[in-house]
């Protein structure tokens, strides 16, 4: 399956079955824990995160590259667009 299976990226991604949402994530470079089938991970240069398929909301733990730091919460409930919650994910902290 390939991002243009894809619903449009404006819609809700509560409208998105969740094998379509599972192949957005790996095409974003994220990969499945195999243990813990709703963890997903993700490595940019810069930070790298950990994301929950929670029931009501999708939650983002942004882990800095920089141990002086701190850890950055965010979540985005499905009601928000694929493409709304793809930028501000995939953006970074």
């Known amino acids: 399956m390939t991002e243009s299976c894809l619903p449009d990226p404006q819609t809700p991604l509560y409208n998105h079955p969740l094998p379509q949402i599972e192949q957005w994530l790996l095409s974003q470079g994220c990969h499945q824990d195999s243990q813990d089938l709703h963890?997903?991970?993700?490595?940019?240069?810069?930070?790298?995160?950990?994301l929950w398929l929670d029931i009501e909301e999708l939650s983002v733990v942004y882990i800095p590259v920089d141990s002086n730091q701190r850890d950055?919460?965010?979540?985005?409930?499905?009601?928000?667009?694929?493409?709304?919650?793809?930028d501000a994910v995939f953006s970074g902290p």
């Open 39 to 50: 963890l997903w991970r993700i490595e940019r240069p810069q930070w790298k995160a950990e």
């Open 72 to 86: 950055i919460q965010r979540t985005f409930k499905y009601s928000l667009s694929r493409q709304d919650i793809e």
